[in-house]
């Protein structure tokens, strides 16, 4: 793209990445504050841990249906997308709050600082029933911005390290200046770990199109667009145990 459209795109994605940008993402702990106080997380080292399978976690979970609300963007895409996201945290009532609060959160931001998205309101709201999931909104506002799928997966992920860490510092599990250092490591292996679950995501959709979609004459009956898979068992156990915490600083 042109040197003007690029330096606009990147202004857009430094204030989404910037942590005064007000989406309340910085509100959750994607489970950490459980982790700290079960014993689960007590070093860096236990923390670097927390982060790489949170990582790994959310990117399996999320990274394709962020990538079909983008590639699609529309409101029946979105609606659909929403229902699917909406399905697959059932079983999570806590993750599910927390996504529907940073949905609408990032929502609210993203009204306020980008006039191509103000006027979404108007016609989010006639979509019923829309829970407001902040995947699939997440890649459908930030297509609408005009920012390359690329570069909003990978967003996405930078924005779990930063709140994460942003948590970390603020349950006394490392200091700022450290957790600086553990963000530049992880930030720099982002693009491999999507690759890698992107990899595997597209082994297994071939193989459920061609296994375990057909009907009796052997022909696909639907194919698999998209794949919301959980990696770790054990995280969505601490996410969601948090609201039976004795005490809380986090909303996840």
Not at 72 to 80: I, K, M, N, V, Y
Not at 160 to 170: D, E, Q
Request: proline share 4%.
């Amino acid at each position: 793209c042109p040197p003007r459209v690029r330096s606009v795109m990147d202004t857009v994605v430094w204030q989404i990445a910037d942590s005064s940008f007000p989406a309340g993402t910085l509100n959750h702990s994607l489970g950490l504050e459980t982790a700290v106080q079960s014993g689960r997380v007590k070093s860096v080292e236990d923390l670097k841990r927390f982060i790489a399978e949170t990582l790994h976690s959310q990117c399996c979970l999320f990274s394709s249906i962020i990538a079909a609300a983008h590639q699609r963007h529309s409101f029946p895409a979105l609606l659909e997308f929403d229902q699917a996201c909406d399905a697959a945290l059932a079983s999570n009532h806590v993750a599910r709050k927390s996504s529907i609060a940073q949905g609408r959160g990032f929502l609210a931001a993203s009204s306020a600082a980008f006039e191509r998205v103000s006027s979404l309101k108007k016609d989010l709201r006639a979509l019923q029933p829309l829970h407001y999931h902040f995947a699939p909104l997440f890649g459908f506002i930030c297509a609408r911005l005009g920012l390359p799928i690329e570069t909003v997966k990978s967003l996405f992920l930078f924005l779990t390290l930063r709140s994460i860490l942003s948590a970390a510092v603020r349950l006394g599990v490392c200091g700022p200046l450290e957790g600086q250092g553990v963000q530049a490591k992880f930030a720099s292996e982002l693009h491999a770990l999507r690759m890698n679950v992107e990899e595997k995501n597209t082994i297994r959709q071939e193989e459920e199109n061609e296994w375990g979609w057909m009907d009796e004459g052997g022909q696909v009956k639907e194919e698999v667009t998209f794949g919301i898979v959980s990696s770790s068992p054990i995280l969505d156990l601490l996410q969601g145990s948090h609201d039976r915490l004795q005490s809380r600083l986090f909303s996840s």
